[in-house]
């Protein structure tokens, strides 16, 4: 029963989007939607309501992919998306497999823009658009399902209080990888170059 009621949830708020709702209206309608079909009390909505608008274990996820977001445009900006594109064309001889490892690699909706291109220029002409799409869109997202530092399954816990079992995990996700370089930081193994 539980399950139904979700998806008339989603069902609503997707058919408020159809009708052009901005995306905000239109969660905060399924949110007011969720604690009537489920009877939730109000003071335990409300309370979720400020937990998640003012709780640091929350703002830090959000503060976490912001930083990440702009380390991508930074790369980006800096063309080492091509030169980890060409280092990975090197590496295999295969575009199939050298496509898909890459878009593995890839997690974190900041690459979400890149990935499309990186995929279109690996794989040349040896996969079709629609193999293009699927890989693109399909890999980046199989490492994220195995792994607990999905952005996602961490608000989550945060938000419904399961915060001890996420503390761990995201102490091991923030810290990954990076390394001072010069004037900012940058992924372990890339250079910054003046």
């Given at each position: 029963?539980?399950?139904?009621?979700?998806?008339?949830?989603?069902?609503?708020?997707?058919?408020?989007?159809?009708?052009?709702?901005?995306?905000?209206?239109?969660?905060?309608?399924?949110?007011?939607?969720?604690?009537?079909?489920?009877?939730?009390?109000?003071?335990?909505?409300?309370?979720?309501?400020?937990?998640?608008?003012?709780?640091?274990?929350?703002?830090?996820?959000?503060?976490?992919?912001?930083?990440i977001?702009?380390?991508?445009?930074?790369?980006?900006?800096?063309?080492?998306?091509?030169d980890?594109?060409?280092?990975?064309?090197?590496?295999?001889?295969?575009?199939?497999?050298?496509?898909?490892?890459?878009?593995?690699?890839?997690?974190?909706?900041?690459?979400?823009?890149?990935?499309?291109?990186?995929?279109?220029?690996?794989?040349?002409?040896?996969?079709?658009?629609?193999?293009?799409?699927?890989?693109?869109?399909?890999?980046?997202?199989?490492?994220?399902?195995?792994?607990?530092?999905?952005?996602?399954?961490?608000?989550?816990?945060?938000?419904?209080?399961?915060?001890?079992?996420?503390?761990?995990?995201?102490?091991?996700h923030?810290?990954?990888g990076?390394?001072?370089?010069?004037?900012?930081?940058?992924?372990?193994?890339?250079?910054?170059?003046?």
């Amino acid at each position: 029963m539980a399950l139904i009621k979700v998806l008339i949830i989603f069902v609503v708020i997707l058919a408020l989007l159809n009708k052009r709702l901005p995306l905000y209206l239109a969660m905060i309608f399924g949110s007011l939607l969720m604690i009537v079909m489920f009877r939730l009390p109000l003071a335990t909505a409300g309370q979720t309501v400020m937990h998640t608008l003012t709780g640091w274990d929350v703002w830090s996820v959000n503060l976490a992919m912001y930083v990440i977001s702009v380390l991508v445009y930074e790369l980006d900006l800096r063309h080492r998306f091509e030169d980890a594109q060409r280092a990975m064309n090197g590496l295999m001889r295969d575009p199939r497999r050298s496509t898909s490892l890459a878009c593995m690699l890839m997690q974190g909706p900041a690459t979400v823009t890149i990935c499309g291109g990186m995929v279109d220029t690996m794989a040349g002409e040896h996969l079709k658009n629609d193999e293009k799409a699927a890989v693109a869109t399909y890999l980046r997202h199989i490492p994220e399902a195995m792994v607990p530092t999905f952005t996602g399954v961490i608000v989550a816990c945060s938000i419904s209080g399961i915060s001890g079992a996420c503390d761990s995990v995201r102490v091991r996700h923030a810290g990954r990888g990076l390394k001072r370089r010069g004037s900012g930081l940058y992924p372990a193994g890339l250079h910054h170059d003046s």
